[in-house]
């Protein structure tokens, strides 16, 4: 059975950080793109940053570029998030999915396999 499973959310102050891993169970990562997608209560999920199956491929979303950095290592059949200079607006529900197909738009329409997600809040 195909699962990913988010963690390392949490409470952190405005200009903390916090590290998001995403692991696999049932399958290797390393033929899939990964992305971090997040929602905000009463928003919709919108697309954080992306990567290929390679790692050579990134994609950033405005709001959190030159903040967030994602990074794969593929002996660890992990994907990471690493997010510095939180601010409020980035507190949400953060999951991570993957997508078989070549790389392609950082949008959730396209990734198949998707984790349960998990809280990060950013609040003094």
């Known amino acids: 059975q195909v699962q990913l499973v988010e963690s390392g959310g949490g409470l952190v102050q405005p200009g903390g950080s916090l590290r998001l891993s995403c692991g696999a169970s049932?399958?290797?990562?390393?033929?899939?793109?990964i992305g971090w997608f997040r929602q905000a209560p009463g928003k919709e999920r919108e697309g954080v940053s992306c990567v290929s199956s390679s790692g050579r491929s990134t994609y950033y979303a405005d709001s959190v570029k030159g903040r967030f950095t994602i990074s794969r290592d593929n002996s660890k059949n992990t994907v990471y998030l690493q997010m510095n200079s939180l601010k409020p607006e980035d507190t949400a529900v953060y999951y991570c999915?993957?997508?078989?197909?070549?790389?392609?738009?950082?949008?959730?329409?396209?990734?198949?396999?998707w984790g349960q997600g998990t809280q990060v809040t950013v609040s003094a």
């Open positions: 049932g399958f290797t990562l390393d033929s899939y793109a």
């Open positions: 999915a993957a997508d078989a197909r070549p790389f392609g738009p950082c949008a959730p329409g396209r990734y198949k396999y």
